[in-house]
């Protein structure tokens, strides 16, 4: 079964715990526990200058930007790296071949997750429902009411912007159609 503390989602990532042995290199002294001889985390130096998306035993952390290849403030098992955003759109509607001849109202969404913890669902990026599970990974449907008005894409976006999991396995969409 997945943990909230291994479950993560960045670009060019590095995962380690902290420890007595590192405690210096998160601190931003890490020459000190290099000349004592002890363990520290693997060398974050291909991220220097990069603003890193933190997650540290399945919280978020306020964004760092990373210097000496040194980031501060994190413990227990973490997970570092570059923001990345994840975006499900799916194609078109097509309803009985009707293409963009029919209007669309979408009114829900049913989403089925697997070990999700957050993510968004709207029909625009102006129009997104923030949809969160707490803190435990969560396993099943959700039902998401959408705010949007009669149009001709009915379009509809998933989006996890956070260095959290967001797995979808499948999407069903509740609208009404009008034929002008």
């Not at 000349?35 to 760092?64: C, K, M, W, Y």
């Not at 963009?100 to 829900?108: A, G, N, P, Q, R």
Request: charged residues 15%; aromatic residues 6%; contains cysteine.
């Amino acid at each position: 079964m997945a943990t909230l503390a291994a479950a993560h989602f960045v670009d060019s990532d590095i995962t380690e715990g902290t420890s007595a042995a590192n405690a210096d290199w998160t601190s931003g002294t890490g020459a000190t526990a290099q000349a004592r001889g002890t363990a520290f985390p693997q060398n974050r130096s291909h991220l220097n200058g990069e603003l890193v998306q933190i997650l540290d035993d399945g919280v978020v952390v306020a964004d760092q930007t990373v210097a000496g290849g040194v980031v501060s403030g994190i413990a227990g098992t973490y997970h570092i790296g570059l923001a990345f955003t994840s975006t499900v759109k799916p194609s078109k509607l097509d309803i009985e071949g009707m293409g963009i001849i029919l209007i669309k109202k979408l009114t829900k969404a049913i989403v089925s997750f697997y070990n999700t913890l957050m993510g968004k669902v709207g029909t625009s990026t102006s129009k997104m429902e923030t949809v969160a599970f707490g803190s435990v990974l969560f396993s099943g449907i959700k039902e998401v009411p959408l705010d949007a008005g009669y149009e001709r894409s009915g379009d509809l976006l998933i989006i996890q912007d956070e260095p959290l999991p967001c797995t979808v396995r499948g999407l069903v969409l509740d609208l009404g159609v009008h034929n002008k």
